[in-house]
Structure formats: C-alpha cells, structure tokens
C-alpha cells in the first residue's frame, strides 16, 4: 500500500523558517508529480505547491510564491518543502500528495501542523 509521511511542522515565529519533508513509500514516486497542500482551520485545503516528475518544473500558488520552494531528491523518495518568512497565516495543516492529473491527488499522508505565531 502506498504510503506519504510528512514531517518537519511545529511551531516558529513571524518571519522563520521550517522545512518540510514528505517522505514516499510502496509506488513509483520518480514517475509521478507530487504537490504540497494546506488545510487552515476552518477552512477549505489549498493548493500550495507543485514539482514535476523530474523536478524540471515548479509551480506556487500566488500566497507563497517567493517564499517557499518545492523540491525533490527522487532517490530518497522525498519531497520538500522550505518555507521562509513565515506568516500567521501560513498556520495550517501541510499535506503532500501524488498528482495523478490536473483534478486528482491521491495517498494523502497524515499531514504536519505548521503554526506561525505573531
């Protein structure tokens, strides 16, 4: 069965950094896009980051853009994601999933708390 683990939350002030990691187990993770996504309380998951099979190509969502980088070391089976100047409101849970088209991401892992406080 395929497996996501995710790692690398906690708590840091306004203005940090934090380096998640997402970690594959049981698929053919250099075959496959994979991508960050976040969960506030309360509100709906969003789409925060995308890295092609190859890690040729990334893509942000437009609230992070700049701040945050998405990468990957297909030998490890590991997806990052660092996260610098950290806002309050990039408190959430972080996800990572496999993309398997534009409108599906499957084997969601268990997903890491990201809290920034101010």
């Known amino acids: 069965q395929v497996q996501l683990v995710e790692s690398g939350g906690g708590l840091v002030q306004a203005g940090g950094s934090l380096r998640l990691s997402c970690t594959a187990s049981?698929?053919?993770?250099?075959?496959?896009?994979m991508v960050w996504f976040r969960q506030a309380p309360g509100k709906e998951r969003e789409f925060v980051a995308r890295?092609?099979?190859?890690?040729?190509?990334?893509y942000y969502a437009d609230s992070v853009k700049g701040r945050f980088t998405i990468s990957r070391d297909n030998a490890k089976k590991t997806v990052y994601l660092q996260m610098n100047s950290l806002q309050p409101v990039d408190t959430a849970v972080y996800y990572c999933?496999?993309?398997?088209?534009?409108?599906?991401?499957?084997?969601w892992g268990q997903g890491t708390q990201v809290t920034v406080s101010s």
């Open positions: 999933a496999v993309r398997r088209s534009p409108t599906t991401y499957e084997y």
């Open positions: 890295i092609t099979w190859s890690g040729g190509s990334t």
């Open positions: 049981r698929f053919m993770f250099s075959s496959y896009d």
